[in-house]
């Protein structure tokens, strides 16, 4: 039996990265009516009435608005969810995600 090595690791000094967070941001267009815009912020987003105007209301005023932060696969589930409503009454409403820096 040969005799039992040790073998000693160097300290670990880095900490395990926290996974990348995506940005959903949504898109403003000329044709979607603000109403509907509210409706599908409070249903897939969960925000308050107030929430989603005021975050409707900056998209609409500055062409974009950055809604949440969400793991990936999060982050593109819902804005896909949130622009699929859009277009299954025709509108051209658009949500997107992008990496947060
Ligand atoms: N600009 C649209 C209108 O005047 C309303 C709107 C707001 C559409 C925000 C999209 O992301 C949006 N009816």
């Given at each position: 039996m040969p005799d039992t090595t040790f073998v000693t690791r160097p300290a670990t000094t880095t900490k395990p990265e926290r996974p990348k967070l995506y940005k959903v941001i949504l898109i403003n267009d000329d044709y979607t009516p603000r109403e509907f815009v509210v409706m599908v912020l409070k249903a897939?987003?969960?925000?308050?009435e107030s929430n989603a105007s005021a975050v409707m209301l900056t998209a609409h005023r500055?062409?974009?608005?950055?809604i949440a932060v969400f793991p990936r696969d999060v982050a593109e589930t819902k804005a896909e969810r949130a622009t699929d409503l859009g277009r299954s009454r025709g509108f051209p409403l658009q949500f997107t995600t992008e990496p947060e820096e």
């Open positions: 897939e987003f969960k925000m308050g500055k062409g974009s608005c950055v």
